[in-house]
T-cell receptor, first 116, second 113 residues
Framework: AQTVTQSQPEMSVQEAETVTLSCTYDTSESDYYLFWYKQPPSRQMILVIRQEAYKQQNATENRFSVNFQKAAKSFSLKISDSQLGDAAMYFCAYRRGGGSNYKLTFGKGTLLTVNP | DAGITQSPRYKITETGRQVTLMCHQTWSHSYMFWYRQDLGHGLRLIYYSAAADITDKGEVPDGYVVSRSKTENFPLTLESATRSQTSVYFC????????????FGPGTRLTVL
């Protein structure tokens, strides 16, 4: 079974600084997707960024980028120029690429605090 | 309104009572999912459905029942609620294509006394 581990229960960053959230996963599959979801206090789950395992290039979405190390099974999220609105719980998630089961396996989350 | 909705948003019930959480999506997505979120556990899959009348168990299905008679609805029933089922429940839907993301509803906070 696939597992996703987020080793940092809490992180903090100063506004305008950069922070990196860690995620490791365990799978025997070669075809899969990785995601970072953001959950602000409103509880709404918001997709931040997505990475396909077969793509070597790291995904980027504005101030959010990932460092995808397939061999090491590592998928970290970097937030640049942190803003107060980035404060949230962040979840790393895994999904198989093949077959017909598209369920997500989540890590336990990292609570990010942004200090003004 | 377009999107995915859940009702109720908040529910308080007592141990032993039956509770049904509703989920409705307007995109005609083939896949729908129920997750529960608990502190220290992240989100865990309860049940999912690949299409109308096709459902399957996830990681934590015990004590829950689902049905999917229509593509747009995916209700989750707690047949006899227990305190351990106090949680936040999220419904999600997806096109089912390998490249598509899951879209989440706003969640239902359920408290079982």
């Amino acid at each position: 079974a696939q597992t996703v581990t987020q080793s940092q229960p809490e992180m903090s960053v100063q506004e305008a600084e950069t922070v990196t959230l860690s995620c490791t996963y365990d799978t025997s599959e070669s075809d899969y997707y990785l995601f970072w979801y953001k959950q602000p206090p409103s509880r709404q789950m918001i997709l931040v960024i997505r990475q396909e395992a077969y793509k070597q290039q790291n995904a980027t979405e504005n101030r959010f980028s990932v460092n995808f190390q397939k061999a090491a099974k590592s998928f970290s999220l970097k937030i640049s120029d942190s803003q107060l609105g980035d404060a949230a719980m962040y979840f790393c998630a895994y999904r198989r690429g093949g077959g017909s089961n598209y369920k997500l396996t989540f890590g336990k989350g990292t609570l990010l605090t942004v200090n003004p | 309104d377009a999107g995915i909705t859940q009702s109720p948003r908040y529910k308080i019930t007592e141990t032993g009572r039956q509770v049904t959480l509703m989920c409705h999506q307007t995109w005609s997505h083939s896949y729908m999912f129920w997750y529960r979120q608990d502190l220290g556990h992240g989100l865990r899959l309860i049940y999912y459905s690949a299409a109308a009348d096709i459902t399957d168990k996830g990681e934590v299905p015990d004590g829950y029942v689902v049905s999917r008679s229509k593509t747009e609805n995916f209700p989750l029933t707690l047949e006899s609620a227990t305190r351990s089922q106090t949680s936040v429940y999220f419904c999600a839907s997806s096109e089912g294509d390998r490249s598509h993301e899951q879209f989440f509803g706003p969640g239902t906070r359920l408290t079982v006394l």
